[in-house]
């Protein structure tokens, strides 16, 4: 693993996950659960489908790395939760779903 975590505001890399789950997952005081994603915004949700059979594909390959199996397996959101549960989501977001939209964001220059 190299000095600087290979994390980036928009996720960690596939390829430098591979490279960093087993260090990662030796550290004393984290244990790796599982992994997430959220899938690029679409009307359609099955094209969400290959982002999350990309991410099922990367934990069976993180499971293998480590010898252990990971539980959980979090993606899909309201507007595409089905799509993920049938590649292997174990958890998945419906805030839209039952909450209904969210009000748009008011800009700086609307609220003063």
Do not use: C
């Given at each position: 693993m190299s000095t600087?975590?290979?994390?980036?505001?928009?996720?960690?890399?596939?390829?430098?996950?591979?490279?960093?789950?087993?260090?990662?997952?030796?550290?004393?005081?984290?244990?790796?659960?599982?992994?997430?994603?959220?899938?690029?915004?679409?009307?359609?949700?099955?094209?969400?489908?290959?982002?999350?059979?990309?991410?099922?594909?990367?934990k069976t390959s993180c499971e293998q790395i480590l010898g252990a199996s990971l539980a959980h397996l979090s993606m899909g959101m309201s507007g595409d939760f089905e799509v993920a549960i049938e590649e292997g989501a174990t958890i998945v977001r419906l805030g839209t779903a039952l909450f209904g939209p969210r009000p748009p964001a008011q800009r700086k220059e609307e609220t003063t």
């Open positions: 600087a975590l290979s994390w980036r505001k928009f996720g960690y890399p596939p390829d430098a996950l591979l490279r960093d789950v087993a260090p990662i997952n030796a550290l004393k005081r984290i244990e790796i659960h599982g992994l997430m994603t959220i899938a690029p915004w679409t009307t359609e949700a099955e094209k969400a489908r290959r982002v999350f059979r990309q991410l099922r594909e990367l």
